[in-house]
């Protein structure tokens, strides 16, 4: 059935301009007149105007076949936020180049509000452009494919064709600036300016001392002062956090302020892991349903954004998914707000 509503389909849409309707009526006139009158000028004239409207079929036709399109998407996209989708346009034809082309995107079915234009594609060339749009919530969005059109070379019509190009963009929650507990934060402060190790990030040089690892000696330093120094680096087990968010709704309807207190809580627990990465904790996500495990880097963020891209609230009650790393701390997320706690006991 799929193969015979392909089949079926037509590959080629046609659809009127302004300028083309005005075109094909004074196309019609004039043919009426010349049947009425028997006037040859009449029929020269005809011929020339009908030339035109089949000569511009022939060409868009020409300038739509074989084009390929792809989407280059960028790495993140959050909600809310505007981004730029890129669009790779390629003529494989050896020879013919293709003229005002515009394509348009398709996210399920219909065509975003933004096109693509292309002046020029020469013959086994790709040209390649942007265009900006943005989406109001987290979650995966399917696209389905490209509508290629163009209005070469009179503009009389709009010719479009559609091209099967699947693919999907997942949109993380959005991002904003938050500020900690303060509680929290010199805590964590106390505990890291005590706790040095060769694994965390740089801290400080000193003097080489019996014992030291040589594999900290910093030669080039120690070359330019005479002596040998080593470096310091900080104890990532003292910048470890664990996020917390409850994804327990224990009403079934909610109003569209308690849905977004849900789209608030995620936003909310993707700023603070962002908050703590980019601070160089190494910071780990626990839900009902799952999580990450503690991590560290712009590869941890990742990881952490996607699974609260696609979080979603349920009525089941069930204990955290994880029991969070040894040596931090956690601060809980809900539609409430985040707050500083102990980890909880997961049933066995």
């Known amino acids: 059935m799929s193969r015979l509503r392909k089949f079926l389909k037509p590959h080629r ?17 004039i043919g009426f007149a010349a049947i009425n009158t028997g006037n040859n000028l009449l029929y020269l004239l005809l011929g020339m105007m009908m030339s035109l409207i089949i000569g511009s079929g022939v060409l868009s036709e020409l300038s739509l076949r074989a084009l390929t399109v792809r989407r280059m998407a960028p790495h993140r996209i959050f909600a809310g936020t505007p981004f730029l989708m890129g669009i790779a346009l390629r003529n494989p034809r050896r020879r013919l180049p293709s003229f005002s082309i515009e394509v348009e995107d398709m996210l399920r079915g219909k065509a975003l509000d933004r096109r693509c234009y292309f002046l020029k594609t020469p013959a086994g060339r790709t040209q390649k452009t942007s265009y900006r749009h943005s989406f109001d919530r987290r979650g995966a969005y399917a696209f ?7 209005r070469f070379p009179f503009t009389f019509f709009r010719k479009s064709r559609e091209l099967d190009v699947p693919g999907e963009v997942l949109v993380f929650p959005q991002v904003f600036p938050v500020t900690p507990p303060r509680s929290d934060a010199e805590a964590m402060t106390e505990q890291h300016s005590h706790r040095l190790d060769r694994r965390g990030d740089f801290f400080a040089l000193r003097e080489y001392q019996e014992g030291d690892d040589p594999r900290d000696i910093h030669w080039r330093k120690s070359a330019r002062q005479g002596r040998l120094v080593v470096r310091q680096h900080e104890d990532q087990r003292g910048r470890r956090m664990a996020v917390y968010l409850d994804n327990l709704e224990l009403e079934e309807t909610l109003s569209i302020d308690e849905l977004d207190q849900q789209e608030r809580a995620v936003s909310l627990a993707a700023s603070l892991a962002k908050h703590y ?39 089941e009650q069930r204990p955290y998914a994880l029991d969070p790393p040894p040596g931090g701390a956690c601060i809980f997320v809900s539609r409430g707000g985040c707050s500083l706690g102990r980890p909880p006991a997961r049933a066995a």
């Open 144 to 150: 389905s494919g490209f509508r290629v059109s163009t």
């Open 277 to 315: 990465i980019e601070r160089g904790y190494s910071v780990s996500l626990v839900t009902r349903d799952g999580g990450v495990a503690d991590g560290a880097g712009q590869a941890q963020l990742t990881r952490i954004l996607r699974v609260l891209a696609l979080v979603s609230f349920n009525q």
């Open 13 to 29: 849409k046609l659809k009127f301009t302004r300028e083309g309707k005005y075109f094909v009526a004074l196309t019609l006139g």
